[in-house]
């Protein structure tokens, strides 16, 4: 395996070498435009160039590619970064070093000839000038192109790829308003042209995404392994397709294989006493250790269960755990999904990025193709299903709104939470009439830190993890912790402590185990143990282990981790002290019988909801 950071010192070194400074290391550009390359201010200081201006570029392969330049203060001075379309003209990628140099007096297009891939357009019929090309040209009104180069255009929720045919002037000229676009033709094949659409380092959503697009920015082969399908064969059939797939990759180098579901392949031994699994995991276990002479081929894996790998696959170089997406990547992840799609003016990212907790790039991408499709369902009179083709301009009309989210939001959950029972809640404190005291002293508590976290560590202080509700049944207790986790835009995971328990060994402890690494994923999160009392009283019984195993639990959570545990009980009097102690459940709350002044409340709004007033 080649160490990047290596290869990076070797490139810098040969630009140090030559000094030549119009030669750059290629970085991934943060912008997703396909006319645009960025430069620090020094650099084009160094090279006499302004922002805006139209340069050439040219790779160590003798390809060419015309684009203007931008500033940014987070690209370093030896640096050019441009997207995966640019990469792509010049074949050339991520670590490649480049030549640019400034045009001086680039022409204004009178005419351009371009033509779509064929692959792109399957399925679509209609007028592609209009509904993509124009509005491509508008966004940049002097896009500089250059005849040969291939650019994507993402619109009417469909990505088409275009080649530059001509320009006139030849070979590179600047569209403008004035410029005649021509695209009359049949769609060309892609011949040796790269699709651009293919995954890359901005595209990246989940565990699967990052084998492939490392796979496609290094430009290597990629031979995957699906764990479901190794195992659901025969065990000679098994050994056999392992070497074979192993071998195949040392002969198409540079290579990556991508084993999927390395849990199902190779489970733990006291979990499985398949004797199949147990051949399959020395026979890639042999083959991991002879790839040690080949450095040239690169073996990732995933899984969704890490504890529940054989330890003795756990040899690999590098271990990087993917959590759930917090809300800036959820944000992230949604563009990248609806890049292809025309959002209405109501639809706010943002807003749908923080109302997803706990949800993963699949998730999201589920969730943007059901707001989509709901769309489509709304406009069906429009469209003739009995056409293999759809108009393009009937899917350019197609607006994605908030309502369509909406729907689909009301259809999903996030997967990485089906297991344990997960809401977010609808509950505010204005449902709950009387406890004003406790309300207050909850906001203290948990909505406090939650908001402001920072100030917490800032003043070396950390505020309670754990409450215990304790009071009669029925006064509200469920409802209040259910509030609490709407206010503090947190999720809410009800844990029915009975339910924990099992009569095999070691189980009940791994149930524990797993709903608290559910709410550590799911951060921010109201952890609530509903009937604590039935595993929290004295010590002596079979739930023992199981009440052990949620004191080790509470004793690992740290205050980053936004985890914020509560316990509810009518029989205070029989829970253990072990769990009332600093750092647990050490704040008690007592949640009293409803006042006159709150019965009433509770009366008329329960009045109301009969009436439907």
């Known amino acids: 395996m080649v160490d990047p950071n290596k290869e990076d010192q070797y490139a810098t070194a040969i630009l140090n070498r030559n000094e030549r400074p119009n030669h750059l290391i290629i970085d991934n550009a943060i912008n997703d435009d396909n006319s ?77 000839s371009v033509l779509p891939i064929d692959d792109t357009v399957q399925g679509i019929t209609g007028n592609l000038l209009k509904v993509y090309l124009k509005s491509y040209f508008v966004d940049n009104p ?107 990759a040392k002969k198409k180098v540079p290579a990556i294989i991508f084993i999927d579901k390395l849990d199902v392949i190779a489970p733990k031994r006291e979990k499985r006493h398949d004797e199949i699994e147990h051949r399959i995991v020395l026979q890639l276990l042999t083959l991991m250790d002879d790839l040690q002479q080949c450095s040239h081929v690169i073996v990732m894996a995933a899984t969704n269960r890490p504890n529940s ?71 069906m009179d429009v469209m003739d299903l009995q056409q293999d083709t759809i108009d393009v301009e009937v899917l350019n009309a197609l607006v994605v709104t908030k309502k369509n989210f909406r729907f689909a939001l009301n259809q999903s959950k996030p997967s990485a ?50 409450v215990l509700f304790y009071g009669p049944p029925g006064c509200g207790k469920t409802l209040l912790e259910k509030a609490m986790a709407n206010e503090c835009d947190a999720n809410f995971i009800l844990v029915k402590v009975p339910e924990l328990l099992t009569m095999w060994f070691e189980e009940s402890e791994a149930n524990v185990h797993d ?26 019984d079979a739930a023992d282990r199981a009440f052990n195993q949620i004191l080790i639990e509470m004793d690992a959570m740290l205050v980053k981790n936004n985890v914020f545990i509560i316990g509810a009980t009518n029989r205070p009097d029989i829970i253990h002290s072990a769990i009332l102690r600093p750092g647990r459940l050490n704040h008690l709350i007592y949640i009293q019988l409803p006042n006159d002044q709150s019965r009433m409340n509770i009366i008329m709004v329960s009045g109301q909801l009969i009436t439907g007033n």
């Open 417 to 466: 939470l089906y297991e344990i029972v997960v809401e977010k809640s609808r509950t505010t404190w204005k449902d709950i009439h009387g406890l004003e005291n406790v309300k207050r002293e909850l906001k203290e508590l948990i909505e406090y830190n939650f908001a402001n976290p920072n100030e917490f560590l800032e003043f070396d202080k950390t505020s309670s993890s754990g």
């Open 309 to 379: 790998v054989n330890p003795a696959l756990r040899r690999f170089y590098l271990e990087i755990d993917i959590g759930i997406p917090n809300a800036v990547d959820r944000e992230e992840i949604l563009r990248i999904h609806t890049k292809n799609m025309k959002l209405g003016d109501d639809v706010n990212l943002v807003q749908i990025a923080n109302e997803t907790h706990g949800y993963v790039g699949a998730d999201l991408a589920s969730l943007c193709s059901k707001a989509a499709l709901q769309q489509i369902r709304e406009n």
């Open 36 to 112: 645009v390359v960025i430069l620090s201010q020094k650099k084009m200081d160094e090279l006499q160039l302004f922002c805006g201006a139209t340069v050439l570029l040219k790779s160590e392969k003798h390809r060419e590619t015309v684009c203007d330049i931008d500033i940014s203060v987070l690209c370093p001075i030896n640096r050019i970064q441009m997207n995966h379309v640019v990469r792509n003209n010049l074949r050339a990628r991520l670590g490649d070093i480049v030549s640019i140099q400034g045009l001086k007096d680039v022409q204004h297009g009178k005419h351009i």
């Open 142 to 248: 002097y896009r500089p192109v250059r005849e040969g180069d291939v650019f994507i255009v993402h619109a009417a929720m469909h990505a088409v790829e275009f080649k530059v045919i001509k320009t006139e002037p030849s070979p590179y000229c600047i569209v403008t308003s004035r410029t005649i676009i021509h695209c009359d033709g049949d769609p060309i094949k892609r011949e040796e042209e790269v699709s651009l659409n293919e995954i890359g380092y901005d595209d990246i959503g989940g565990k699967s995404l990052i084998a492939r697009a490392v796979a496609n920015e290094i430009g290597a082969f990629l031979f995957l392994i699906n764990g479901l399908e190794i195992v659901s064969k025969s065990a000679g059939e098994s050994e056999s397709n392992l070497p074979k797939t192993f071998e195949e």
């Open 515 to 540: 709903v608290f690494d559910k709410a550590r994923q799911a951060a921010p999160c109201v952890l609530f143990f509903y009937g604590l009392d039935s595993i929290a009283k004295s010590r002596g």
